[in-house]
């Protein structure tokens, strides 16, 4: 029985271990310089981290474009002081989407931690709406969307981020607040400090 407890704390603490895992963005292709779009590298990275149990896709000093991509059970995104992630201009870049970062629904232990800053497109998101809509590729009314959305997680966690430009209403129903995103059913700020709903 004595064997038995100490391969299950062993066992335990190898899983702790690997869950609190870093891994660089950079190792897995993605690139810094504020124009290569890091969609498909950083969804890659997400979903490896999430397969091998869980960890932190850290980034470091450097401008992060990406499209929407969605976080998976145990996967957490820090972004290390200078380090931003761009929203990508372009609406096809979101797949339709509601939130530049979201959560897979029912994921568990998702998160993301600053000092880092997200950085939305606002006038080149809204000028790439507007310009399908009026060519008829995409219908009146389009949301535009948001830059964090992770309402569809089990347990999410959101710390010391800064939000910068977004380009539509992300506040999600969290009124007179600023630096909000909307988890489950409560709004936090980038503080980690929770806030009343409004309906």
């Given at each position: 029985m004595k064997r038995f407890i100490i391969a299950l704390l062993a066992i335990c603490t190898g899983i702790s271990a690997m869950a609190q895992q870093e891994y660089k963005a950079t190792v897995f292709g993605a690139k810094s310089d504020g124009l290569t779009d890091n969609t498909a590298t950083i969804q890659r990275a997400i979903d490896r981290i999430s397969e091998q149990g869980g960890g932190t896709l850290v980034f470091y000093v450097g401008r992060y474009v990406t499209g929407a991509v969605e976080l998976k059970s145990n996967v957490t995104i820090r972004l290390a002081s200078s380090a931003v992630l761009v929203a990508s201009p372009n609406i096809y870049s979101y797949k339709g989407r509601k939130a530049l970062i979201t959560a897979a629904e029912g994921a568990e232990n998702v998160g993301i931690k600053g000092p880092g800053v997200i950085e939305g497109s606002k006038e080149g998101l809204l000028e790439s709406i507007e310009s399908q809509v009026s060519k008829g590729y995409l219908p009146e009314g389009t949301p535009v969307p948001a830059l964090v959305d992770l309402s569809d997680a089990k347990s999410a966690k959101v710390?010391?981020?800064?939000?910068?430009?977004?380009?539509?209403?992300?506040?999600?129903?969290?009124?007179?607040?600023?630096?909000?995103?909307?988890i489950g059913d409560k709004c936090i700020t980038a503080e980690g400090k929770t806030v009343k709903i409004v309906k």
């Amino acid at each position: 029985m004595k064997r038995f407890i100490i391969a299950l704390l062993a066992i335990c603490t190898g899983i702790s271990a690997m869950a609190q895992q870093e891994y660089k963005a950079t190792v897995f292709g993605a690139k810094s310089d504020g124009l290569t779009d890091n969609t498909a590298t950083i969804q890659r990275a997400i979903d490896r981290i999430s397969e091998q149990g869980g960890g932190t896709l850290v980034f470091y000093v450097g401008r992060y474009v990406t499209g929407a991509v969605e976080l998976k059970s145990n996967v957490t995104i820090r972004l290390a002081s200078s380090a931003v992630l761009v929203a990508s201009p372009n609406i096809y870049s979101y797949k339709g989407r509601k939130a530049l970062i979201t959560a897979a629904e029912g994921a568990e232990n998702v998160g993301i931690k600053g000092p880092g800053v997200i950085e939305g497109s606002k006038e080149g998101l809204l000028e790439s709406i507007e310009s399908q809509v009026s060519k008829g590729y995409l219908p009146e009314g389009t949301p535009v969307p948001a830059l964090v959305d992770l309402s569809d997680a089990k347990s999410a966690k959101v710390e010391k981020v800064k939000f910068w430009q977004p380009a539509g209403e992300w506040l999600k129903g969290c009124e007179g607040v600023e630096n909000v995103v909307f988890i489950g059913d409560k709004c936090i700020t980038a503080e980690g400090k929770t806030v009343k709903i409004v309906k």
